[in-house]
């Protein structure tokens, strides 16, 4: 691979300003200070810039803990998307697994590895995900079995495919569908006369959002949790 094209990869500089730092005389290739943008580098050779080891950038897996207010999309003109709580190198290769819509807080998954994304969100996989639900009316206790059988969304020719429901509370329980349609637990509460006035999604498959990770904050998944996914 070329040295620029090494430290665009590294870095997310555009080639050009990869090609002014080389000139600059700020890079160096086991150690030498080199200035030849074309000069070809292996994975056993080390590339500093500014003293500071840099390395390509590979595939990248993280959990977000999003707030209300943001959008898990790339570019919004009204609202702020989870993208801006980042601080990560070429951001715009990163993608949300999956959506949350804009009032709903909780676990989002983040890469850039476009088939571990897809095995996950794909309805064919049936990857579970678990809801905290808050709602405006109380939740009977016939609602767990009409989940678990499937109920009719408004629009739709077919049945959700049975859900667990887990009442806590009066109004609050814990869904878990493995599905993934447009507003489906909004729209399976209103299916049974219940308005949702607040969710909040706690995990995906056997990955739970951990208690000690703040609302707007992100860390990289772990070895385990990307095995369990």
Same mark, same amino acid.
């Given at each position: 691979?070329?040295?620029?094209?090494?430290?665009?990869?590294?870095?997310?500089?555009?080639?050009?300003?990869?090609?002014?730092?080389?000139?600059?005389?700020?890079?160096?290739?086991?150690?030498?200070?080199?200035?030849?943008?074309?000069?070809?580098?292996?994975?056993?050779?080390?590339?500093?810039?500014?003293?500071?080891?840099?390395?390509?950038?590979?595939?990248?897996?993280?959990?977000?803990?999003? %707030?209300?207010?943001?959008?898990?999309?790339?570019?919004? !003109?009204?609202? !702020?998307?989870?993208?801006?709580?980042?601080?990560? !190198?070429?951001?715009?290769?990163?993608?949300?697994?999956?959506?949350?819509?804009?009032?709903?807080?909780?676990?989002?998954?983040?890469?850039?590895?476009?088939?571990?994304?897809?095995?996950?969100?794909?309805?064919?996989?049936?990857?579970?995900?678990?809801?905290?639900?808050?709602?405006?009316?109380?939740? !009977?206790?016939?609602?767990?079995?009409?989940?678990?059988?499937?109920?009719?969304?408004?629009?739709?020719?077919? %049945?959700?495919?049975?859900?667990?429901?887990?009442?806590?509370?009066?109004?609050?329980?814990?869904?878990?569908?493995?599905?993934?349609?447009?507003?489906?637990?909004?729209?399976?509460?209103?299916?049974?006369?219940?308005?949702?006035?607040?969710?909040?999604?706690?995990?995906?498959?056997?990955?739970?959002? %951990?208690?000690?990770?703040?609302?707007?904050?992100?860390?990289?998944?772990?070895?385990?949790?990307?095995?369990?996914?």
């Amino acid at each position: 691979m070329r040295l620029d094209k090494f430290i665009c990869e590294s870095t997310g500089l555009t080639r050009s300003q990869a090609g002014k730092v080389i000139r600059q005389g700020v890079v160096t290739l086991n150690g030498n200070k080199v200035k030849q943008a074309a000069l070809q580098v292996s994975t056993d050779d080390v590339v500093c810039l500014n003293d500071q080891q840099i390395e390509i950038i590979g595939l990248r897996y993280i959990m977000l803990h999003k %707030p209300a207010g943001y959008i898990c999309s790339t570019s919004d !003109p009204d609202h !702020p998307t989870v993208f801006t709580l980042l601080e990560e !190198p070429l951001l715009e290769r990163l993608h949300t697994v999956g959506r949350l819509d804009l009032d709903t807080t909780g676990l989002v998954l983040i890469t850039d590895d476009g088939q571990w994304s897809h095995r996950i969100s794909s309805p064919k996989h049936h990857v579970a995900k678990t809801y905290r639900v808050w709602t405006a009316d109380a939740i !009977p206790a016939s609602a767990i079995e009409q989940f678990a059988q499937g109920v009719m969304l408004r629009s739709e020719t077919n %049945p959700t495919l049975p859900a667990t429901l887990e009442i806590l509370g009066e109004k609050e329980a814990l869904l878990t569908i493995q599905e993934g349609r447009y507003h489906q637990v909004k729209r399976m509460f209103a299916a049974i006369g219940n308005k949702v006035d607040k969710l909040h999604r706690q995990q995906i498959g056997n990955i739970t959002l %951990p208690d000690d990770l703040a609302e707007g904050a992100y860390r990289a998944l772990t070895a385990a949790e990307y095995a369990q996914l």
